[in-house]
């Protein structure tokens, strides 16, 4: 089975920036596809941002467009996900999943969560954003 393991979350200040780590074991990550997204509590998992297994095409999710930025390193089996401008709603455990593509997109590009994902869901990395 596909396993991801979730790592970089913490304690930051509002407009403070962390950098989430998406660690593939026991597979090469370079042929899947990677997705991020996060749940709050009460609330549904949402779909944040998708990065082809090339690395060429990227989408986001309107709620973190121009603030996350996702990238991979196939050489390290590791995908990340850059996040600046925090804000206290950006508070949840996010996790990362791979997939064959990023098929859940629309005509401009955004991204909405696959439910679906081939690696199944982790453990994830709690970010809490407060002052």
């Known amino acids: 089975q596909l396993q991801l393991v979730e790592s970089g979350g913490g304690l930051v200040q509002p407009g403070g920036s962390l950098r989430l780590s998406c660690a593939a074991s026991?597979?090469?990550?370079?042929?899947?596809?990677i997705g991020w997204s996060r749940q709050a509590p009460g609330k549904e998992r949402e779909g944040l941002s998708c990065?082809?297994?090339?690395?060429?095409?990227?989408h986001y999710a309107d709620s973190v467009k121009g603030r996350f930025t996702i990238s991979r390193d196939n050489a390290k089996n590791t995908a990340y996900l850059q996040m600046n401008s925090l804000k206290p709603e950006d508070t949840a455990v996010y996790y990362c999943?791979?997939?064959?593509?990023?098929?859940?997109?629309?005509?401009?590009?955004?991204?909405?969560?696959?439910?679906?994902?081939?690696?199944?869901w982790g453990q994830g990395t709690q970010v809490t954003v407060s002052s």
């Open positions: 999943a791979a997939y064959w593509g990023c098929p859940n997109t629309d005509d401009s590009g955004t991204y909405f969560l696959d439910d679906s994902p081939l690696s199944g």
């Open positions: 026991g597979f090469s990550l370079e042929y899947h596809a």
């Open positions: 990065i082809l297994s090339s690395g060429g095409s990227t």
